[in-house]
């Protein structure tokens, strides 16, 4: 139904910006929530960050709380996750996905982008 491309990952120093880019196609009309995920080697995927499609409701895992945000252009149906003050531990393969309403949890989300790499140094 929908479906989802990202773009913006790439090799940061510590201290850092980027701007991941998640652009959506098909039912982009049934898209009423959108979220982001990460997965780094060795560890489980952890919830990132949501929202809801006008933005007014929106929730950050504590450790991206005054550096990460999430947005969107509803003229390109896209998504944003504006990533600052980058840390060597946000190195991470990072997934944007579709979802009925805001949530935390992984099996809310019906859509999922292909993941792109994340890498900062030091």
């Known amino acids: 139904q929908v479906q989802l491309v990202e773009s913006g990952g790439g090799l940061v120093q510590t201290g850092g910006s980027l701007r991941l880019s998640c652009a959506a196609s098909g039912r982009t009309f049934s898209i009423t929530a959108v979220g982001w995920f990460r997965q780094a080697p060795g560890k489980e995927r952890e919830f990132v960050a949501t929202?809801?499609?006008?933005?007014?409701?929106?929730d950050y895992a504590d450790f991206v709380k005054g550096r990460f945000t999430i947005s969107r252009d509803n003229a390109k149906n896209t998504m944003y996750l504006q990533m600052n003050s980058l840390k060597p531990e946000d190195s991470a393969v990072y997934y944007c996905a579709t979802a009925r309403f805001p949530s935390r949890r992984p099996g809310d989300f019906t859509s999922w982008g292909q993941g792109t790499q994340v890498t900062v140094s030091s």
């Open positions: 929202a809801n499609w006008s933005g007014d409701m929106t």
